[in-house]
Nanobody, 125 residues
Framework: QVQLVESGGGSVQAGGSLRLSCAPSAATARRPYMAWFRQAPGKEREGVATIFINNGLIMWYADSVKGRFTVSRDNVKDAVYLQMNSLKPEDTGMYYC?????????????????WGQGTQVTVSS
């Protein structure tokens, strides 16, 4: 089964930036409904940003990251990216990319059936 592979996490100070990447482990049919989720210890997984194809590209964001994070995709590479600027300690967590086979699940993670292993983001104050 083709899996999603994330990269780009790390440790930064508050105010810093990171760029996360997500790509399939092998060539596969394009997945139109993609999203980034994050999970902090002891908390439920939450949606961060989604990008999907609907007469063009549509991007939605969680209120907590609007104006700081930007989601994008490269349809040639079938990759999805998350540019994170002005990072805050509360952005700390494991970040996952995920694919929704039919659309309509955002921001609820249970409808996404393909996940990466996650990449850790740690923001210190």
């Amino acid at each position: 089964q083709v899996q999603l592979v994330e990269s780009g996490g790390g440790s930064v100070q508050a105010g810093g930036s990171l760029r996360l990447s997500c790509a399939p482990s092998a060539a596969t049919a394009r997945r139109p409904y993609m999203a980034w989720f994050r999970q902090a210890p002891g908390k439920e997984r939450e949606g961060v940003a989604t990008i999907f194809i609907n007469n063009g590209l549509i991007m939605w964001y969680a209120d907590s990251v609007k104006g700081r994070f930007t989601v994008s995709r490269d349809n040639v590479k079938d990759a999805v990216y998350l540019q994170m600027n002005s990072l805050k300690p509360e952005d700390t967590g494991m970040y996952y990319c995920a694919a929704d086979p039919t659309g309509g699940s955002w921001p609820h993670f249970r409808g996404y059936n393909s996940w990466g292993q996650g990449t850790q983001v740690t923001v210190s104050s």
